[in-house]
T-cell receptor, first 113, second 115 residues
Framework: AQSVTQLGSHVSVSEGALVLLRCNYS??????LFWYVQYPNQGLQLLLK??????LVKGINGFEAEFKKSETSFHLTKPSAHMSDAAEYFCAVSERRAQKLVFGQGTRLTINP | GAVVSQHPSWVICKSGTSVKIECRSL??????MFWYRQFPKQSLMLMAT?????????EQGVEKDKFLINHASLTLSTLTVTSAHPEDSSFYIC???????????FGSGTRLTVV
């Protein structure tokens, strides 16, 4: 069965600083990987996804993530944090297209002025 | 892109009553709908998977008789929390699997408070 581990339940960075949110997964087959953002009392918005092809994936709002099979990782980065990036971020994996998503524990990102 | 409309956004009900949450796929057909539950400051946990025309598949530990899921048509899936109790208070979110190259589409969620 697949699983996802997000290192750090809370990450705090200064505005303009690099954002790095860590995600490691386990899967018995080549995974489909996702990053979602959630604002309070709202649903989830897709930031980016990896299915096949290029391992560096660019998403919305300046975020990107790199699929590293050897490290079973899919870390999310953004070069320069903005106040509006403050939210909860979830990494998720599915083993096949359109199958259920398994979520990590989530990382709360705080941006300091 | 694909949109899933979830209603209500929030609901307060008395203990012992039932609450129905609806998720509609607005511009596409969803043969499958995933239902998640999220406690405050926690992750999303899959409760069940509804399939149009067949019985829902429940995750281990989820009470089938308490959380009734119906997938009445290709555009509507419902979750009914029966005989609700305060411990059922949570954030419930539905999600449709990707169509084409899209990602999973999530409803906006329902905040249920049982008093």
């Amino acid at each position: 069965a697949q699983s996802v581990t997000q290192l750090g339940s809370h990450v705090s960075v200064s505005e303009g600083a690099l954002v790095l949110l860590r995600c490691n997964y386990s899967s018995s087959v080549p995974p489909y990987l996702f990053w979602y953002v959630q604002y309070p009392n709202q649903g989830l918005q897709l930031l980016l996804k990896y299915t096949t092809g290029a391992t560096l994936v660019k998403g919305i709002n300046g975020f990107e993530a790199e699929f590293k099979k050897s490290e079973t990782s899919f870390h999310l980065t953004k070069p320069s944090a903005h106040m509006s990036d403050a939210a909860e971020y979830f990494c998720a994996v599915s083993e096949r297209r359109a199958q259920k998503l398994v979520f990590g524990q989530g990382t709360r990102l705080t941006i300091n002025p | 892109g694909a949109v899933v409309s979830q209603h209500p956004s929030w609901v307060i009900c008395k203990s012992g009553t039932s609450v129905k949450i609806e998720c509609r796929s607005l511009d596409f057909q969803a043969t499958t709908m995933f239902w998640y539950r999220q406690f405050p400051k926690q992750s999303l946990m899959l409760m069940a998977t509804s399939n149009e025309g067949s019985k829902a598949t429940y995750e281990q530990g989820v009470e089938k008789d308490k959380f009734l899921i119906n997938h009445a048509s290709l555009t509507l899936s419902t979750l009914t929390v029966t005989s609700a109790h305060p411990e059922d208070s949570s954030f419930y979110i539905c999600s449709a699997p990707p169509a084409g190259t899209d990602g999973y589409t999530f409803g906006s969620g329902t905040r249920l408070t049982v008093v």
